[in-house]
């Protein structure tokens, strides 16, 4: 019995004697996953000259921030439908924030976009904050159906119908713009029904 209780002892006296001469650096696993995370090893508050990135394709105008040492980078439709940029050489930039010139590394690019074959807006309409359905309903008229419907709650019953009359389904809503809404614009809503009759953007509103 002493026996066994002495080698116990031991060894947790080993163990505890190991543990003591190599103790784990405080902090060593936070230092890696940052030191991971960081690009190139740019660090939080660095600077760099962020170029002029407005009449470039978006992929090329992606790459010429990241050749500048930005990594964070976001992009947006500047006509504010809400279409996303899937494929990036097919769209251009308008805008972006921040503006060329003395910009931190670690913030984030905004670039906002339109297709290749569209004009840049005067305004970049994808930066405004959009409408929201509280307790009365917002003017949705002109705005894409995608749009509209993300006005509302999430819960929300909504029937989107094709104003032409041809009865074509309004599958990708961001390239179908709201003609008419029930309720109207500035009507009490409480969360009845939606209805929005609707074109496609390159037609008019009948």
């Known amino acids: 019995m002493r026996r066994t209780i002495a080698a116990t002892v031991t060894v947790a006296t080993i163990c505890l004697g190991l543990a003591a001469c190599n103790p784990a ?14 690009p190139d090893g740019a660090s939080e508050g660095s600077t760099a000259t962020l170029p002029n990135l407005v009449g470039k394709g978006l992929q090329s105008a992606q790459d010429a921030a990241q050749a500048a040492g930005f990594y964070g980078l976001d992009s947006h439709d500047a006509l504010g439908r809400g279409r996303m940029q899937i494929l990036d050489r097919d769209w251009k930039v308008c805008t972006q924030k921040p503006s060329p010139g003395n910009a931190a590394t670690s913030g984030t690019i905004d670039l906002g976009a339109v297709k290749l074959s569209e004009d840049c807006p005067r305004a970049d309409q994808g930066a405004a904050e959009q409408p929201k359905a509280a307790d009365t309903m917002p003017n949705l008229r002109g ?15 909504i029937t989107v119908k094709d104003v ?20 109207v614009a500035g009507a009490k809503y409480s969360g009845q029904p939606v209805t929005f009759g609707a074109t496609k953007f390159d037609e008019d509103c009948y």
């Open 25 to 38: 650096p405080a902090g060593a696993s936070k230092a890696s996953a940052t030191a991971d995370s960081t």
């Open 143 to 157: 705005k894409s159906v995608k749009v509209a419907r993300q006005a509302m709650e999430s819960g929300a019953s």
């Open 164 to 183: 032409t009359g041809q009865g074509r389904f309004v599958v990708m809503e961001s390239n179908w713009k709201v003609c008419t809404q029930n309720p």
